[in-house]
């Protein structure tokens, strides 16, 4: 079997704790992530951002080599991919 994805299992590792996200755009913010679960190589959770009152998604992608990032607002009725995570980090706060 292939190796897990090490994004996924860095965030896997931190959380419940807040963790700090860096999407590809270089957005940097603190995410409260739930339900992080690995599905043989398949990896998704959901969280919500210090700094918003969204809902957020994590998948990896189909090639496993990244994690991909979908938003969805208190007022929107379907997801939208935001970014992939380029960085994880334990909250320093």
């Given at each position: 079997?292939?190796?897990l994805?090490p994004t996924?299992k860095?965030?896997?590792?931190?959380?419940?704790d807040?963790?700090?996200?860096?999407l590809?755009?270089g957005?940097?913010?603190?995410f409260?992530?739930?339900?992080a679960?690995?599905?043989?190589q398949?990896?998704?959770?959901e969280?919500v951002c210090?700094?918003?009152?969204?809902?957020?998604?994590?998948?990896t992608?189909?090639?496993?080599e990244?994690i991909?990032?979908?938003?969805k607002?208190?007022?929107e009725?379907?997801?939208t991919?935001?970014?992939?995570?380029?960085?994880?980090?334990r909250?320093?706060?």
């Amino acid at each position: 079997m292939a190796d897990l994805n090490p994004t996924a299992k860095r965030i896997h590792q931190i959380s419940p704790d807040p963790v700090e996200l860096t999407l590809d755009d270089g957005t940097t913010a603190i995410f409260h992530i739930s339900g992080a679960e690995f599905f043989q190589q398949e990896f998704q959770a959901e969280g919500v951002c210090e700094d918003d009152d969204a809902d957020y998604r994590f998948i990896t992608s189909t090639d496993n080599e990244s994690i991909l990032v979908g938003r969805k607002g208190v007022d929107e009725s379907a997801w939208t991919m935001i970014g992939t995570i380029v960085e994880v980090n334990r909250d320093g706060s």
